[in-house]
């Protein structure tokens, strides 16, 4: 079965630093990659996702996650952190690109922007 | 791009009653929708797999008699909290996929008082 594990609950980093968020993945099968973001009380946005096609994958607001299967990671960066990018952000993993099946979410890394 | 639609945002019930939350895919067809249950500042749980036409495939340790789900059209999906108890208190997202991404409602916190 698949699984995603972030490392850091929390992460604080100051307005213009670099934003790094851990994931390591786990699956028998080559994984297809989420990263999503939620607002407090909200859904959860699609910030970038892999799909075994480009291992370095780019995504919205400024977001990036590079693919390394030598690692079993996928770790979501941002060059400099704005304070609009405090949230929760989840990891997350599928075995396969289709409507049938699941997405299983890593238990979240809360960012914090310092000013 | 393609839109899924839950509602009430918020809800707030008695102890013993039943709520029911509904979950549309607005543009698309999702013959599987997916919901999920998340406590405070913790991550999404997946509690059943929703399947058009058949019945739901609940997760280990979800009450299928109390989480009782129906997918009775493509574009429809019902989560009802029967006999709602403060423990059931929570934050509920469904979420359907679609080609290449899953969507996801914008979630319901349920309070049962």
């Known amino acids: 079965a698949q699984s995603v594990t972030q490392l850091g609950s929390h992460v604080s980093v100051s307005e213009g630093a670099l934003v790094l968020l851990r994931c390591n993945y786990s699956?028998?099968?080559?994984?297809?990659l989420f990263w999503y973001v939620q607002y407090p009380n909200q859904g959860l946005q699609l910030l970038l996702k892999?799909?075994?096609?480009?291992?370095l994958v780019k995504g919205i607001n400024g977001f990036e996650a590079e693919f390394k299967k030598s690692e079993t990671s996928f770790h979501l960066t941002k060059p400099s952190a704005h304070m609009s990018d405090a949230a929760e952000y989840f990891c997350a993993v599928s075995e396969q690109m289709n409507r049938d099946d699941k997405i299983i979410f890593g238990k979240g890394t809360r960012l914090h922007i310092l000013p | 791009g393609a839109v899924v639609s839950q509602h009430p945002s918020r809800v707030i019930c008695k102890s013993g009653t039943s709520v029911k939350i509904e979950c549309r895919s607005l543009d698309f067809q999702a013959t599987t929708m997916f919901w999920y249950r998340q406590f405070p500042k913790q991550s999404l749980m997946l509690m059943a797999t929703?399947?058009?036409?058949?019945?739901?495939?609940?997760e280990q340790g979800v009450e299928k008699d109390k989480f009782l789900i129906n997918h009775a059209s493509l574009t429809l999906s019902t989560l009802t909290v029967t006999s709602a108890h403060p423990e059931d208190s929570s934050f509920y997202i469904c979420?359907?996929?679609?080609?290449?991404?899953?969507?996801f409602g914008q979630g319901t916190r349920l309070t049962v008082v």
């Open positions: 699956s028998s099968v080559p994984p297809y």
């Open positions: 929703s399947n058009e036409g058949s019945k739901a495939t609940y």
């Open positions: 892999y799909t075994s096609a480009a291992t």
């Open positions: 979420s359907a996929r679609g080609q290449e991404e899953a969507f």
